[in-house]
């Protein structure tokens, strides 16, 4: 429990309070931090002896050189639990730092006992987590799996809906930590912390039977609880973009996944979720944030990518020689977007009606496909989906 970073931290805390040079020792007499770098993983004959003989050794400025590695002072064991974690020193007259190293004793035995809660909660969410990523994976619940989700407080028969919160220029962040800071230990901490503090700030603003956590480099999940409608996911959506980006100078990209029923499908909202971002990270519209349930078309382009390439390789080739391509991508992009309405599509993009036709009638010219039929409109759709993808 007593670990050396654990012991410099409490050092680092302590040593402006009491003013005093404090060391923390360990059971074997080795000094694990001090308020003095030198004396780090020396040997404390007066600490040692404390823990062999299970009793506090106070040792006066005459009587420190009969003790190897130390100097004048007060040093008590450090119990937790009924067992002695060691030993804390501190430095100076025994009659007036005795009250002192009392008062120091019961900090670190406090900060020791909420060290073990905290690793105690930390095992405990590490578990949950891994019972999440597992459940994303499912293609099938067991009841063993099921009872297991139980003992864990995680309720499968509610219905959910999956979030995958992408940071978008992670490289960013990292370079920023690497630049920071030049110990390799340092860096990795610092990035942790971080990692840790954008899950707590996106857990800070879910509902209490929303599950959050980190599921690799820069990727979070957030499993919603759904109301049969997405108008609290958008307005959730839309609040933690904004905030995200404003607590931690990060753009974000969430996709949001198809709604179950129950939790027991919620690998299903994983995959279309997954799909989603696919889609998200190639669109040219700049938005933040694509719905699974808004983009059927393109999720089925994305699960049957090459098959589909494939078939209209010659239409893509033939997209790709045509002179003014982007003035006519517009026009057929708003086209379809109003249901193959003409006027509409004409008053959208602020031209005649006519220039409409004549650009229409230029793509099904050139790629034999008719933008005035249904099925041919569907292809051209699709299409334009491949190219935003290639």
């Given at each position: 429990m007593l670990t050396r970073y654990n012991a410099q931290k409490i050092v680092?805390?302590?040593?402006?309070?009491?003013?005093?040079?404090?060391?923390?020792?360990?059971?074997?007499?080795?000094?694990?931090?001090?308020?003095?770098?030198?004396?780090?993983?020396?040997?404390?004959?007066?600490?040692?002896?404390?823990?062999?003989?299970?009793?506090?050794?106070?040792?006066?400025?005459?009587?420190?050189?009969?003790?190897?590695?130390?100097?004048?002072g007060v040093n008590y064991p450090i119990y937790y639990r009924g067992k002695v974690q060691g030993v804390v020193g501190i430095t100076g007259d025994p009659n007036e730092v005795r009250k002192l190293a009392v008062i120091l004793k019961e900090m670190v035995e406090l900060i020791l006992s909420e060290i073990e809660f905290m690793n105690i909660k930390s095992l405990e969410s590490k578990v949950e987590v891994a019972y999440l990523k597992?459940?994303?994976?499912?293609?099938?619940?067991?009841?063993?799996?099921?009872?297991?989700?139980?003992?864990?407080?995680?309720?499968l028969e509610l219905p959910r809906v999956c979030l995958i919160i992408e940071i978008l220029d992670f490289k960013k962040i990292i370079k920023r930590y690497s630049d920071k800071y030049k110990d390799t230990y340092e860096r990795?901490?610092?990035?942790?912390t971080f990692k840790n503090d954008f899950e707590e700030y996106i857990r800070k603003y879910c509902g209490i039977k929303d599950k959050v956590f980190h599921l690799e480099e820069d990727v979070f999940i957030v499993l919603k609880e759904y109301h049969g409608s997405f108008s609290i996911i958008n307005k959730f959506v839309e609040m933690i973009t904004e905030?995200?980006?404003?607590?931690?100078?990060?753009k974000t990209l969430i996709a949001i996944?198809?709604?179950v029923e129950t939790s027991r499908d919620i690998a299903f909202s994983y995959r279309t979720a997954k799909t989603t971002m696919k889609i998200l990270s190639k669109m040219k519209n700049n938005s933040n944030y694509l719905f699974a349930t808004d983009y059927k078309i393109h999720s089925l382009v994305i699960n049957n990518l090459d098959t589909i390439r494939t078939k209209l390789k010659y239409q893509l080739e033939v997209i790709a020689s045509i002179k003014n391509w982007d003035k006519l991508?517009?026009?057929?992009?708003?086209?379809?977007?109003?249901?193959?309405?003409?006027?509409?599509?004409?008053?959208?993009?602020?031209?005649?009606?006519?220039?409409?036709?004549?650009?229409?009638?230029?793509?099904?010219?050139?790629?034999?496909?008719?933008?005035?039929?249904?099925?041919d409109c569907f292809i051209l759709k699709l299409l334009l989906i491949l190219e935003d993808f290639n």
């Open positions: 680092d805390k302590t040593l402006k309070i009491f003013g005093s040079n404090i060391n923390i020792i360990d059971c074997n007499g080795i000094i694990l931090a001090s308020g003095d770098p030198a004396r780090v993983n020396t040997f404390h004959e007066g600490a040692f002896i404390a823990v062999k003989e299970n009793r506090v050794v106070e040792i006066d400025e005459r009587e420190s050189s009969k003790f190897k590695g130390a100097r004048w597992e459940l994303l994976s499912k293609k099938e619940i067991t009841p063993e799996f099921a009872e297991r989700g139980k003992l864990l407080g995680i309720d990795e901490l610092a990035l942790q905030k995200l980006e404003r607590e931690f100078s990060t996944g198809e709604p991508r517009i026009t057929l992009e708003k086209y379809i977007q109003n249901n193959m309405n003409i006027l509409k599509t004409s008053k959208d993009l602020g031209i005649h009606r006519n220039t409409v036709l004549i650009r229409l009638e230029k793509i099904k010219e050139s790629l034999s496909l008719d933008p005035f039929n249904l099925e």
